[in-house]
């Protein structure tokens, strides 16, 4: 049983080598009498610090278009089929995510158990014995001829899945303000954490932009705050 | 039980009054030395049939950009949230779908029933069977005090749904000509059915453009082809 | 001359019957354990008072989703083709615009002026004398037979276009925030500006979102403060 | 003046190392038991044949999601506003545009020639002349003391811009597929060409998916075919 208990595992797949170089390419050609492979050519595009400064201004006046021009690539797994149905709520992204039409289940399917569960030993044991029940009925359905497609109705929430999902810099800021929130749900703020971080590994500049929106804002917006930051009426 | 056991449900809920006007204005503007509030205060832009004529010519020869004007909102209800988890991976869609963070369930939940599963007397008892023990743990977590959008992890994927979805003419018939294919999961595909049935009802004129993805490309473009049309080759 | 120097105008052309009915049900359903049809058929939906509370209350959460359920289109005229280049940046709008490719110019071409070259007399009179050279070239090169689509090549960016826009409110609100910003360019601020009153005139509860962002925000995120709000540093 | 006169000129300055193995990865994940890290990770991931082979079967399903995952972003200078108005339409596309705003021109501004004015002697060297005036209008303008933001009003179309450009794959192909088009403007249909090419150069396997839309329909489905195929009525 525990082998299908899964956490969520979060890489970085792909990005473009030269993040800044290109997104200091955007940001000058907007102001310049020079062309795009001019600058992009020139010595300034080639060094970071000098492509850091610009790309900081030009972002902290909210034009992030320029950032747009940067597409990372995740490989997620280890979630439930409920965050996976908050994700693709972002409709800036691109996914590719394991189908449960196509991919029949042939033993005890993986899950997820949420915190406030697993720290109730009684009660997170009854969550994985309830978890194999679903599984033997579940097979039960499928070696009866039901086809997978119709079978999975009977999968909960708790079902691990995975995914490809690649996102520009703007949307995954834009996602990071809104999920880092402590209002939105434990499970999709771990995982845009873990992104954010991987991100932030390779991207270092990155990471004063990867906060709550309360962070950028400077007051709290949700109707009830977590303290963080005032709401904006006090 | 048995109240519990959903159908999807479907109504148009909004629309704009002047349709065709809008869409005739919208065409004419493209080509024409008027200016579109002369266009739109024409006698032709209030000749249905007219507006019609150049309608056709338009999306024939493929500018559905014109058809973006006019956006249709749908009432939505008794579908699965398998179906759901579907449906909002079309990104140039709407959505505001009850949240099962927010809605506690108090009794046995809605679900729906998949027809391979409800032609089968005997696996169907046991299916409702098991929905009520799935309802019974989902009452004994909330009643120790999980909270209700953690509770729902062992909710399944037949749980029945509700949503308001809004979609412009442009992604209507896109949709249409994706889901209603055969290919399609038996439930997106009746679901979307409604849908193009509910618009055709008040506006019949775009009868032919709701259709399977095979009738507009004249060939099936799947890999296995349900026999509607010929694949591409032959 | 004068009957070819264009003013922007504006109408409403497009927009559903029952704006606040649709949004209130899009809102409720989030919450509700009720079908969006019930909600949709309830007292209050039909109570446009109650349906505005819960709606202000949803938006000045930052919920803005619940708005997109509703688009309103556009006749727009008297705009130059700089106002036009900048206006098709926003994508999450539908466009149809005149075409400088089909629609071939017969007599002087209409034209807009700025107000920084109106206010000046004798530069304004040179302005209008130019834009004639500019018409008689491009009639001479569409006598000598050169298409319309290449002798375009010579008209301004002063030419007045027109087209048919529709955006849902979510978006109408995202550009009124950044387009009434007095950094914006005046020509685009006097057409949005225009639109926004347009939509205001049958829906007055609008009114305070249509505001520039730094209402929105409490203070001024652009480099350089018009004064209305203070920067954020300070 | 002839060093004014510009041609379009492409370089693509960024895309992801791992193209097909990210693309891979993507489709692997949709049909696999095994984790997209796993994929990744696999030796069939890095085996280019293999990857090809699978890449090529999805996408000839109309699976175009999966190469979502791969953005590139593209130099582009020597086009007209003219062009840049017609390319910034499409909105799944991410622009960094030189400003005329922003950018005040100190000499003669640089601009583009149709080739049907290219080819006639007499009227190209009119056209260049009238460029001229046009440019010595411009800065009478900007030394009366009118902001670049207003003087440009009088710049024609045929003023060359230039621009950063980043789209996915998907939405590549979908622009080549309309606009090398024979029906599509000779600027923008030259463009994309050169698009395509830089790309090919680097992915060659994608040269069977940059082709006009009929070679992928089978049929041409303008108003007008230009022979290359059949309309789909005949």
Not at 182 to 210: F, G, H, N
Request: proline share 4%; charged share 30%; hydrophobic share 35%.
């Amino acid at each position: 049983m525990e082998e299908h208990i899964k956490k969520p595992e979060v890489s970085l797949i792909s990005k473009p080598d030269n993040m800044l170089r290109t997104v200091y390419t955007a940001c000058r050609t907007c102001y310049s009498a020079f062309s795009p492979e001019e600058i992009y050519n020139s010595d300034n595009a080639r060094d970071d610090e000098k492509a850091l400064n610009l790309i900081r201004k030009v972002i902290s006046s909210g034009h992030y278009s320029t950032i747009e021009h940067i597409q990372v690539s995740f490989a997620i797994s280890g979630i439930s089929r409920a965050c996976s149905h908050q994700l693709v709520r972002h409709r800036h992204v691109s996914f590719s995510q394991k189908s449960q039409r196509y991919v029949k289940e042939k033993e005890q399917f993986d899950f997820v158990i949420p915190p406030t569960i697993e720290k109730n030993s009684e009660i997170c044991e009854k969550y994985k014995q309830f978890m194999n029940k679903i599984s033997d009925f579940y097979l039960e359905l499928t070696n009866a001829g039901i086809p997978a497609e119709d079978a999975r109705f009977v999968l909960p929430n708790a079902t691990s899945t995975s995914m490809v999902v690649s996102m520009n810099l703007r949307e995954l800021i834009h996602i990071a303000n809104l999920r880092l929130c402590t209002r939105a749900q434990y499970e999709i703020r771990t995982l845009i954490k873990m992104m954010c971080d991987e991100v932030i590994k390779s991207e270092p500049w990155l990471k004063e932009y990867l906060v709550p929106k309360c962070e950028k804002l400077g007051f709290c917006d949700e109707d009830k705050s977590c303290g963080r930051k005032q709401q904006k009426d006090n």
